[in-house]
């Protein structure tokens, strides 16, 4: 199995938010995750990106054959896991293009890879800025720093799309987007998805799930999976809420 | 040995030792000179000070007041300051400068009156009192009209455990333009006072970065007293990376219409290291800008404070004044006292003052991190944005390159 989770509980602050959370996924699969506010998706991106403040009180997570939570944050990176931020986070005078190419280093470095020169990633990180409409002049500016909302979402899209992350995990990436930014996010998954990678969608919105097809939607309450379908689960939530699920 | 068995003991040797006024002055200072237990609770100048700075034996060899010149084609004014005076000036008459440079010297009557005007304004600050005490040396720059002077000053000790007491008077005459690069990388066991009084006249711009990479026990105390005339402006930052106790106290006064002045510090603590900040500006004409910003980072048991005012008078209308305070603990132990303060008497003015302090921002570090950069790499970039909004101001490369380079390396150091 590519990821599995298996009966994880975990808390902040001694409140439990997931409670015996089970999942699991295959090699290129999309799975989009849905639930009301508070249910706990956005501690479960987390938990799988390794963020450290939350109690694991149970269960287990594998991905690619190794525990998780025996990883910290950057050796999942490393590893392949991606997390596009709700809401990234402003670091000035960090500048996008030499962040980035480290970034992509350390995973190439874990892989036994060569890493790559300056030039030859900045030659990339423009192709691939220009496939996803992001300005040029972006790439000179400091991580996220001015950014409107729009734009701190396409660049964590191609943040990804340079990673090329075999899970990356969306949380809620669709939400407050302009038609322009939302055609940047689901052009970029689009463009990276193949059978050998997966992605984990967290979203509010039916709209998302029209244009990246998901195999499988999951609705989640108070911590855990009540309900797993197919693409009709959204269109129910789209027209009558969370209430009938 | 009191301070009062050090001065009897050396009084005639120091700076305008044969002067009535300064005699009168340095016993006043001795009269007043009460360092109890009370006092050193109480006095401002004292109260974040390491203790350990007072207890001295004085020791001050008596040099020449002869300056060599050189020439070696290179485009900036290299100032060798060893003990206080200036020993040997770089290519100061490569371009006919209007430039004058001078060791003080007991004859020099106008600047004794200059030192002995300013002394008003520091009467309950301890170490600027013990600094006219013991004073022993110092150097006069005046800068003519119209310059455009980049100058260096390195200073240095020519032997262990010295007592430097040094002032030092700058003046930049009408639409002067000066960059000014000082620095101290001092190894050998000693104490520096070191008070710069640096005078703007209208027009004229002065851009002053120190940097300060003492060892251990090289002790410095640097003070600075500006004052800014009409459309004058007045740059300074402070880049503080030694690991020795440190005290950083500098004002300045901006006496003429539209001038300005920014007082910026950064600096990084370790060990017991005590670091001791305080800028202050006043605005004491209309129209005027200024800005005071410190930002330090802590490891161990270090302790650093910093204090800052704007003093706005009535007749300081239309002020625009900024103060930020920042601290980054990175240890339980570590601690950092910050004190704002506004004291403002006009009524149309723009004045603000933010303090911060905390541990790295654990979501920051997790957004690196998860994007595969380890700890070290991800602390070394959050601490080089922590301090960008004042590194972004300076133009001088070398010196942001210096930032960079001692930054990575106090974190090496440190294990962070």
Not at chain 1, 61 to 81: A, V, Y
Not at chain 1, 141 to 163: A, D, W
Not at chain 2, 109 to 137: R, T
Request: aromatic share 8%; hydrophobic share 35%.
């Amino acid at each position: 199995m590519f990821l599995s989770i298996k009966n994880l509980s975990v808390a902040i602050d001694d409140k439990k938010i997931l409670d015996n959370f089970s999942l699991e996924m295959n090699k290129g699969e999309v799975h989009a995750i849905m639930g009301p506010n508070g249910c706990g998706k956005s501690t479960l991106s987390n938990v799988l990106a390794g963020k450290e403040e939350y109690e694991i009180l149970g269960g287990e997570i594998i991905f690619k054959d190794h525990k998780l939570f025996d990883l910290n944050i950057e050796e999942r990176s490393q590893l392949g896991i991606f997390l596009a931020f709700q809401y990234p986070i402003e670091i000035p005078g960090v500048n996008i293009t030499p962040f980035l190419k480290a970034s992509l280093n350390s995973k190439l470095k874990k892989e036994g890879k060569p890493e790559v020169d300056a030039l030859s990633f900045a030659k990339e990180l423009k192709k691939v800025a220009s496939e996803l409409g992001i300005k040029t002049e972006m790439l000179s500016r400091s991580v996220n720093e001015g950014f409107s909302g729009g734009e701190k979402k396409r660049y964590e899209i191609l943040q990804m799309s340079i990673l090329k992350p075999s899970l990356a995990i969306l949380d809620e990436t669709d939400s407050g987007l302009d038609v322009d930014a939302f055609k940047t996010v689901t052009q970029g998954v689009n463009r990276i998805k193949n059978d050998q990678n997966s992605f984990l969608i967290i979203t509010h919105y039916q709209k998302l799930l029209d244009h990246i097809i998901p195999d499988f939607i999951h609705v989640m309450k108070d911590g855990k999976i009540i309900k797993s379908g197919d693409k009709s689960i959204a269109e129910q939530i789209e027209e009558h809420g969370y209430k009938n699920i | 040995m009191t301070i009062a068995d050090i001065y009897t003991e050396s009084k005639n040797n120091f700076l305008f030792s044969d002067s009535t006024n300064f005699s009168s002055l340095r016993n006043d200072i001795l009269t007043n000179f009460d360092l109890s237990p009370k006092i050193r609770k109480n006095n401002e100048s004292l109260k974040h000070l390491d203790p350990h700075v007072l207890d001295f034996s004085y020791k001050y060899l008596k040099s020449t007041n002869n300056i060599s010149y050189l020439d070696n084609h290179k485009e900036i004014i290299d100032i060798k300051v060893i003990d206080g005076k200036v020993s040997a000036v770089q290519n100061m008459n490569k371009k006919n400068f209007d430039l004058d440079i001078n060791n003080i010297d007991n004859s020099n009557l106008l600047i004794e009156k200059n030192f002995l005007d300013f002394q008003e304004y520091f009467n309950n600050d301890y170490i600027l009192n013990l600094n006219s005490l013991m004073l022993n040396s110092g150097y006069e720059i005046n800068i003519g009209r119209n310059q455009e002077v980049n100058i260096f000053i390195s200073h240095s000790i020519s032997d262990k455990e010295l007592t430097i007491f040094q002032k030092n008077m700058i003046t930049c005459l009408n639409d002067s333009k000066v960059n000014i690069i000082e620095e101290f990388q001092e190894d050998k066991k000693s104490n520096n006072n070191i008070v710069n009084y640096i005078d703007l006249a209208s027009g004229s711009e002065v851009t002053h970065l120190i940097f300060q990479n003492n060892k251990e026990k090289s002790n410095l105390q640097s003070t600075s007293y500006t004052n800014c005339k009409t459309n004058s402006k007045y740059k300074q930052l402070v880049l503080n990376i030694s690991k020795s106790s440190s005290r950083n106290h500098h004002y300045s006064n901006l006496i003429g219409d539209n001038a300005s002045a920014s007082l910026d510090g950064i600096f990084f603590g370790s060990n017991n290291q005590c670091i001791d900040n305080k800028t202050q500006i006043n605005h004491s004409s209309p129209n005027c800008v200024s800005s005071q910003r410190y930002k330090g980072i802590l490891t161990d048991q270090a302790k650093a404070s910093y204090l800052s005012k704007t003093f706005v008078e009535k007749i300081a209308q239309k002020t625009e004044a900024y103060q930020l305070s920042k601290g980054i603990l990175l240890s339980d132990n570590s601690y950092f006292h910050s004190k704002p303060e506004l004291r403002i008497f006009a009524d149309d003015v723009k004045c603000s003052h933010g303090s911060t302090i905390g541990p790295i921002d654990k979501d920051l570090l997790f957004y690196l991190r998860s994007r595969g950069l380890n700890k070290k790499e991800s602390t070394s970039l959050l601490i080089k944005s922590f301090f960008h909004d004042i590194i972004s101001d300076v133009n001088d490369e070398n010196f942001i390159e210096k930032f960079h380079f001692y930054s990575d390396l106090w974190l090496n150091e440190n294990n962070i």
